[in-house]
């Protein structure tokens, strides 16, 4: 029985695996895999299938080494190890991550026939750390301060200004992952998550963190992660992920076989807090249905949902549709066009059209 | 009084103190890890603000020795001229472009402050070997990448005085408030909808990468 001192999956499961698209970035080190949806069962990632965001390369990270530096506008600047975090108070709180760019291929027109990179760049934990605001707490906020600069371990020294309330409000500064420690690929020993938020600020390999008046506009939050209008002007600090939501299956890599009963499921997920209903339509948006929810349905987490569908063998065009608890609507990549135009890259949350044809194999579509 | 005693008093505190943040222990509560010295601080603090340039260090570069560096170091992936070698990014070029049906994003038609090129330059840069460049070294790129830009003249020396004053082409371009949510779509049930008409498909176009597993199997028919 322990001929599996680190057990793994059945052998015949070797194709559920994280992939990439090789055209899509200049190399590997700075690149994006994408989490196989099609084959995940529950909110939960699995760890060795969360999707990964390097913005150069992926290091590794000697803990006993490893220091967090917290200073800037604060009453005592601090040094603290791994050992010195994992006495902190923990928390636990299962969160999702989704990079904006998640979706972006599509703006212009339905391109990828794939449930996997259309909207992979997501993914969902439980994290264990501790409160951001427990350690800011500790060193002592001094009253001018109103952002926080942190940054990574990287080769870029990734960084990323956060306003000070929101770093104060949910964010954590967390050592594990689903129960094991963090993985390299998700920035090992320690690694911030800000629920809600573009992945691209939940800085991995955590090495700094300093308080400050002002944001620090760096390379990230203006050459990249700002959303280019049709104007000409440009839209930064755009944290928010927008709810969205996405049919799991049906889906390309996994088509119907013959008429009969089938479940569709799905999976949907909010920056504003809890998904509150999913709509299905099997007829391209005329008419929807609410599908159900599965509990748990928690604060910024993946939800599922499902809704039982008896397909005839006709034709048939599958959306989702998601509001949440603030009431806000998942809008048609129509909509989002009209606002936006088609060169702003980040934050595509529209309704994906699922075609399914009479073979019953499936196809990523726009509708008009 | 016990530490949990006072922890609970300290919240109540916190609490009745209306209007400011409400804190749970005063600094130091925990007392983990080690005072950070100002030499230590010195050692990482490593950032420079885009916007006013807090936080240059000394040092000084120019267009000159700016080109040198960049031949050296940096052309083999961004171009002899800025223009990008492959898929990495193009630095020079595109101004004018951000309207256009394919807008080209570069330092010198997007980005809006200068001093975050210093500061990602040092930061990062080059990719394989980031934070080997000493700061003249930094400031001399930076100084020659807005010169390929035609933002500085000839004779331009980047240091920590210069650098926030250069304005940047795009600078006034930007809105730093998220005006979303910006769709504001009706959750309707029923014909809410002409029948739909499909305006593009990813069938047939190839683009889906061919992968090891069970995505061959689903490759376009």
Not at chain 1, 12 to 19: D, H, K, L, P, S
Not at chain 1, 180 to 185: C, K, Q, T
Not at chain 2, 24 to 41: D, F, L, V
């Given at each position: 029985?322990?001929?599996?001192?680190?057990?793994?999956?059945?052998?015949?499961?070797?194709?559920?695996?994280?992939?990439?698209?090789?055209?899509l970035t200049a190399g590997t080190e700075s690149s994006i895999s994408f989490s196989p949806l099609q084959d995940l069962?529950?909110?939960?990632?699995?760890?060795?299938?969360?999707?990964?965001?390097?913005?150069?390369?992926?290091?590794?990270?000697?803990?006993?080494?490893?220091?967090?530096?917290?200073?800037?506008?604060?009453?005592?600047?601090?040094?603290?190890?791994?050992?010195?975090?994992?006495?902190?108070?923990?928390?636990?709180?299962?969160?999702?991550?989704?990079?904006?760019?998640?979706?972006?291929?599509?703006?212009?027109?339905?391109?990828?026939?794939?449930?996997?990179?259309?909207?992979?760049?997501?993914?969902?934990?439980?994290?264990?750390?501790?409160?951001?605001?427990?350690?800011?707490?500790?060193?002592?906020?001094?009253?001018?301060?109103?952002?926080?600069?942190?940054?990574?371990?990287?080769?870029?020294?990734?960084?990323?200004?956060?306003?000070?309330?929101?770093?104060?409000?949910?964010?954590?500064?967390?050592?594990?992952?689903?129960?094991?420690?963090?993985?390299?690929?998700?920035?090992?020993?320690?690694?911030?998550?800000?629920?809600?938020?573009?992945?691209?600020?939940?800085?991995?390999?955590?090495?700094?963190?300093?308080?400050?008046?002002?944001?620090?506009?760096?390379?990230?939050?203006?050459?990249?992660?700002?959303?280019?209008?049709?104007?000409?002007?440009?839209?930064?600090?755009?944290?928010?992920?927008?709810?969205?939501?996405?049919?799991?299956?049906?889906?390309?890599?996994?088509?119907?076989?013959?008429?009969?009963?089938?479940?569709?499921?799905?999976?949907?997920?909010?920056?504003?807090?809890?998904?509150?209903?999913?709509?299905?339509?099997?007829?391209?948006?005329?008419?929807?249905?609410?599908?159900?929810?599965?509990?748990?349905?928690?604060?910024?987490?993946?939800?599922?949902?499902?809704?039982?569908?008896?397909?005839?063998?006709?034709?048939?065009?599958?959306?989702?549709?998601?509001?949440?608890?603030?009431?806000?609507?998942?809008?048609?990549?129509?909509?989002?066009?009209?606002?936006?135009?088609?060169?702003?890259?980040?934050?595509?949350?529209?309704?994906?059209?699922?075609?399914?044809?009479?073979?019953?194999?499936?196809?990523?579509?726009?509708?008009? | 009084?016990?530490?949990?005693?006072?922890?609970?008093?300290?919240?109540?505190?916190?609490?009745?103190?209306?209007?400011?943040?409400?804190?749970?222990?005063?600094?130091?509560?925990?007392?983990?890890?080690?005072?950070?010295?100002?030499?230590?601080?010195?050692?990482?603090?490593?950032?420079?603000?885009?916007?006013?340039?807090?936080?240059?260090?000394?040092?000084?570069?120019?267009?000159?020795?700016?080109?040198?560096?960049?031949?050296?170091?940096?052309?083999?992936?961004?171009?002899?001229?800025?223009?990008?070698?492959?898929?990495?990014?193009?630095?020079?070029?595109?101004?004018?472009?951000?309207?256009?049906?394919?807008?080209?994003?570069?330092?010198?038609?997007?980005?809006?402050?200068?001093?975050?090129?210093?500061?990602?330059?040092?930061?990062?840069?080059?990719?394989?070997?980031?934070?080997?460049?000493?700061?003249?070294?930094?400031?001399?790129?930076?100084?020659?990448?807005?010169?390929?830009?035609?933002?500085?003249?000839?004779?331009?020396?980047?240091?920590?005085?210069?650098?926030?004053?250069?304005?940047?082409?795009?600078?006034?371009?930007?809105?730093?408030?998220?005006?979303?949510?910006?769709?504001?779509?009706?959750?309707?049930?029923?014909?809410?909808?002409?029948?739909?008409?499909?305006?593009?498909?990813?069938?047939?176009?190839?683009?889906?990468?061919?992968?090891?597993?069970?995505?061959?199997?689903?490759?376009?028919?």
């Open positions: 029985m322990v001929d599996r001192p680190y057990g793994r999956p059945a052998d015949t499961e070797a194709g559920v695996i994280r992939r990439n698209v090789p055209w069962r529950g909110i939960i990632t699995p760890n060795g299938l969360f999707f990964e965001r390097y913005h150069s390369g992926r290091p590794d990270v000697e803990p006993d080494q490893h220091k967090l530096m917290i200073h800037g506008m604060v009453e005592r600047p601090l040094i603290l190890s791994m050992k010195d975090i994992v006495r902190f108070p923990s928390v636990s709180r299962i969160h999702f991550i989704e990079c904006p760019a998640n979706g972006g291929m599509e703006w212009r027109a339905a391109q990828l026939n794939s449930l996997q990179f259309n909207h992979g760049m997501i993914s969902c934990a439980e994290w264990t750390g501790v409160r951001l605001s427990t350690l800011l707490e500790e060193v002592g906020i001094k009253k001018e301060a109103k952002w926080v600069m942190v940054e990574g371990a990287d080769g870029a020294h990734m960084n990323r200004s956060l306003p000070l309330d929101k770093c104060l409000d949910d964010c954590l500064v967390v050592y594990a992952q689903n129960g094991e420690a963090l993985r390299p690929e998700q920035g090992y020993p320690l690694r911030l998550v800000v629920p809600g938020w573009e992945g691209n600020v939940s800085i991995k390999w955590l090495r700094r963190i300093k308080l400050g008046d002002k944001p620090w506009h760096s390379r990230e939050e203006t050459s990249k992660y700002t959303d280019l209008m049709p104007d000409g002007t440009s839209r930064g600090f755009t944290w928010l992920i927008d709810a969205k939501s996405v049919i799991t299956f049906p889906c390309p890599e996994k088509p119907l076989h013959s008429p009969g009963l089938y479940e569709i499921r799905g999976l949907a997920w909010t920056g504003n807090g809890k998904v509150k209903r999913v709509d299905v339509s099997t007829d391209g948006g005329v008419n929807w249905q609410s599908a159900r929810l599965h509990e748990p349905v928690l604060s910024k987490a993946l939800t599922r949902f499902t809704l039982p569908w008896r397909w005839d063998g006709a034709p048939a065009l599958l959306e989702s549709r998601v509001i949440d608890e603030t009431g806000y609507v998942q809008p048609t990549i129509a909509q989002l066009r009209k606002q936006r135009g088609m060169n702003s890259v980040y934050h595509n949350n529209s309704i994906q059209t699922w075609q399914v044809k009479p073979d019953g194999s499936v196809f990523d579509v726009q509708l008009a | 009084m016990s530490s949990w005693r006072k922890r609970i008093l300290l919240v109540c505190a916190a609490m009745v103190a209306a209007g400011s943040i409400a804190l749970a222990a005063e600094p130091g509560y925990y007392g983990y890890g080690e005072r950070a010295t100002p030499e230590q601080i010195a050692g990482w603090d490593i950032d420079a603000r885009g916007e006013d340039g807090v936080g240059l260090p000394p040092g000084r570069g120019g267009v000159i020795r700016g080109a040198d560096v960049y031949a050296e170091q940096c052309a083999a992936c961004h171009g002899t001229f800025g223009e990008g070698e492959g898929r990495f990014p193009k630095l020079v070029g595109g101004a004018g472009t951000l309207r256009d049906d394919r807008p080209e994003l570069t330092v010198g038609s997007y980005w809006p402050f200068a001093p975050t090129l210093w500061d990602y330059i040092n930061r990062a840069m080059p990719m394989p070997a980031p934070h080997t460049l000493s700061a003249d070294d930094v400031y001399a790129l930076t100084a020659y990448i807005l010169n390929l830009n035609d933002i500085v003249p000839n004779e331009f020396v980047a240091d920590r005085e210069s650098l926030p004053k250069v304005k940047m082409p795009n600078r006034d371009n930007f809105q730093w408030i998220d005006p979303r949510p910006d769709t504001m779509a009706k959750p309707c049930m029923n014909g809410c909808a002409d029948p739909a008409r499909i305006a593009s498909t990813a069938e047939g176009k190839k683009l889906t990468p061919r992968t090891t597993g069970p995505l061959d199997t689903m490759q376009v028919k």
